[in-house]
């Protein structure tokens, strides 16, 4: 009827899109109905731009820019879409839950029509349903919609063979009432009919559930079998909802409920629904400890319920729309965004980039770097970004200086979750001597030296003999004589040797820092006779090096003595 050409800019640089109607292909009622109801389609256009211009619902699809008649042409803007459901569900597919969520948004904008703005759409059909960008579905084509009278009845009138079926609402989706004979008025439950049409379309993947190719007789013998129809897509339906649909499509009026009711069916109580529909609405909250809450409990809870698709082309774009400016709640968007950066495909992690960048920017904020601390080895793992690395990076070593000492046990204790991929580099220069810092924080506080030896083990796999020699200095800074502490710096050194032992090069140092502890921890009485006899392991480890270190100086020293002596 009308073409959608595509998306402009409108003024305030947000993308429309234009729908023009060309007047070659306008259609009128035949000579014979009388002149005086010699109804044209672009009298319908004009109809359906003047009722939606005159609607502001959310989920009833806005018109941007005024119709423009010329004498070949109409056309109008409205916000961006897609298309319509008969291109969405026919040439795309749509999941269930994305099912779920518009039939709830088609529902909400008749609630509107039939509570508020007293009109009856009279002519739901996948047609009349657009898809925006943001997939949100919009009731549109309101060439057919009344008024109602007395605020109960509708005005209907009938569906006859002598107009063109383009001048006339779709018979398949009509409600059997409006065919009565003398039927002059029809109620809000005529829509009801048409909307439990329009979900058996929606269901059935664009399989009509009524398809009397435009004659009465058939129309009227389909709807009196809609039991038996219901039965054939009992399974894309599921036994609640086609319940639900036996008394949508009733032929007895009074049988069918009423749009709000059906929202409330158990098909529709599904937790991943329910969040998708609040983060689709997440602009009219204006609590952000409220906002705060649903985003880091709700969505985050309902996420591994909801397909990896929607992740990027629902849940990403509210974000992007509404939450992108939002620093005060990053902690709260940061718990979802790291969820999906850990689990989804590798090929969707770029379109999480300029999102992770944008948090990461405000990591002055204490609650969200202890939570990016805590949770780097998703962001290094999975991003592969120099910036996203520099930026984790330089948080370690300010959350290690600061006087903060929750931000200083959320970096150490994030260490071992990233110790492989942090170049040595930076932590021979920055990290290391920023640890040489902390005698104060480590100060008999067993907890803490624990984290550290931790932190240390896991830094000393890729260390060479010089970086080695610096890290085990760290290690004399955990000097509480507590068990747990002595066969932490057990294991630490037995970790060493297991990856290379050849990387302890000076005795001295050996002596000192690793086994002189060990030594020393043998007297405690609380060592358990499983950790001592570890603890004597590791000293005999130990010794054996030392002594080999020993062995090879002296005989260093023999070759050194012999080559100068074969000299004179």
């Given amino acids: 009827m009308i073409a959608q050409l595509g998306e402009r800019p409108t003024e305030d640089r947000k993308e429309c899109s234009l729908f023009v109607f060309n007047k070659k292909d306008n259609v009128k009622a035949p000579p014979r109905i009388g002149r005086i109801n010699r109804l044209a389609l672009s009298d319908l256009i004009r109809y359906d731009l003047t009722q939606l211009s005159q609607l502001a619902h959310p989920r009833i699809l806005q018109v941007v820019h005024v ?22 569900v026919i040439e795309e597919g749509v999941s269930q839950l994305e099912m779920k969520l518009g039939v709830l948004q088609v529902i909400d904008g008749l609630s509107y029509l039939h509570n508020s703005a007293k009109i009856l759409h009279g002519n739901l059909t996948p047609s009349a349903v657009y898809v925006t960008n943001a997939r949100l579905w919009k009731i549109g084509g309101f060439s057919f919609s009344v008024g109602a009278k007395d605020g109960v009845d509708y005005p209907c009138f009938p569906w006859t063979k002598k107009l063109p079926s383009s001048l006339q609402p779709d018979l398949d989706f009509l409600a059997p009432e409006y065919l009565a004979t003398n039927q002059q008025y029809v109620t809000t439950a005529a829509d009801v009919f048409s909307l439990g049409v329009l979900i058996c379309w929606v269901y059935g993947g664009g399989k009509r559930i009524i ?51 059906l929202a ?3 098909h529709f109580d599904d937790p991943a629904v329910s969040a998708l529909r609040q983060l689709d609405d997440i602009a009219q ?31 990403l774009p509210r974000f992007n729309e509404q939450l992108f400016e939002s620093n005060e709640i990053f902690t709260s968007v940061a718990k979802p965004l790291l969820f999906m950066l850990e689990h989804c495909e590798s090929h969707n992690i770029h379109k999480l980039k300029a999102w992770i960048r944008n948090v990461l920017e405000h990591t002055h904020q204490k609650t969200l770097g202890s939570f990016l601390l805590e949770n780097m080895s998703v962001l290094f793992r999975r991003m592969s970004d120099e910036q996203v690395e520099d930026k984790l990076m330089e948080l370690v070593v300010t959350s290690m200086k600061s006087e903060d000492s929750s931000m200083q046990s959320s970096a150490i204790r994030g260490i071992p979750t990233v110790a492989e991929f942090l170049p040595m580099h930076f932590v021979v220069r920055k990290l290391l001597p920023v640890i040489q810092t902390l005698p104060g924080y480590l100060h008999d506080n067993v907890p803490r030296q624990l984290d550290l030896l931790a932190a240390l083990a896991a830094l000393s796999d890729r260390c060479d003999p010089a970086a080695l020699q610096q890290l085990t200095t760290c290690v004399s800074l955990c000097s509480a004589h507590h068990p747990v502490i002595i066969h932490a710096k057990s294991r630490l050194v037995q970790r ?6 050849s990387r302890l090069k000076d005795p001295p140092h050996v002596c000192f820092h690793l086994l002189n502890p060990l030594v020393v921890g043998l007297a405690s009485r609380d060592l358990s006779p499983a950790h001592f006899d570890d603890v004597m392991s590791s000293i005999r480890i130990l010794l054996d090096i030392v002594e080999q270190l020993r062995y090879d100086a002296d005989n260093r020293m023999a070759q050194d003595s012999a080559g100068v002596g074969s000299d004179y």
């Avoid at 129309?219 to 008394?247: F, M, P, R, T, Y």
């Avoid at 952000?288 to 319920?305: E, G």
């Fill in 211 to 261: 398809d009397a190719k435009n004659n009465l007789e058939s129309h009227a013998i389909i709807c009196g079998q809609l039991d038996e129809a219901l039965n054939l897509i009992a399974e894309e339906l599921g036994q609640n909802l086609k319940e639900s649909l036996v008394k949508v499509l009733s032929l007895d009026v009074d049988v069918r409920p009423s749009v709000q009711l």
């Fill in 67 to 88: 119709l423009e008649d010329t004498k070949d042409f109409m056309a109008f803007g409205s916000e961006s879409v897609r298309g319509n459901l008969d291109q969405l």
């Fill in 264 to 266: 409330l069916i158990k």
């Fill in 496 to 501: 060493v040797v297991t990856r290379d032992g």
């Fill in 285 to 315: 909250e204006f609590d952000p400890t409220l906002k705060a809450h649903f985003l880091s409990q709700t969505l985050f809870t309902a996420l591994p319920n909801i397909p990896e698709p929607l992740w990027f082309s629902r849940i």
